[in-house]
């Protein structure tokens, strides 16, 4: 074999999950990570930043809008979770029991989002079942970045294409969930929330 025979292959794939971004980790510890990892921890970040939002404010209008923002984000992000990483790393990580208990996790945080979408700001146990939710998903998310992603990262899953699919079908899940209108969203939540997780 020569020494240009023994070069790889210009089609050869990278290592998976090479290439890593930086992100805040759910103590506020910035971490490298893969980006299918990086991705789904933005999310993370984002909706933590909308519950803290509406904790600040005392608004109905804001709490509104915060509401709906927040119940549309952890739709598309427990969407996704399950099209994309959840199936493989149920086969390929250590104990797949943590992909059965995110998997329930989500199911339960999605009847709850039922039950808000169904109420109007102001009733009673609205502010409070937004913020079970809150701490709902950051028990959820806690979970996901200490336990199940550092398993994510130990397989031999392709992070870098995973994060690819995952970001484009976050924004196509959410034009679906808003291409009709509020309505439409909510009842697709609220279905979605009674078939439970897509595992
Ligand atoms: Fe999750
Ligand atoms: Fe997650």
Redesign the pocket.
Known sequence: MTAAQRKPSKTAKSKPGAATVSIKRFDGKTVKQPPAVAF?MQQHRDVEALFGAYQNTDSSNKKLKLSEKICLALAV??KI?EELLYPEAREKIEESDLVDE?AV??ATAKDLIAQIETMQVGDPLYDAKVKVLGEYIAH??EE?ETELFPQVKRTDMDLADIGKRLKARAAQVTKELTSSGETATKTRVAADARLGAHI
């Open positions: 789904l992000h427990a979770e995110a996790e989500h959820h998310v996901e």
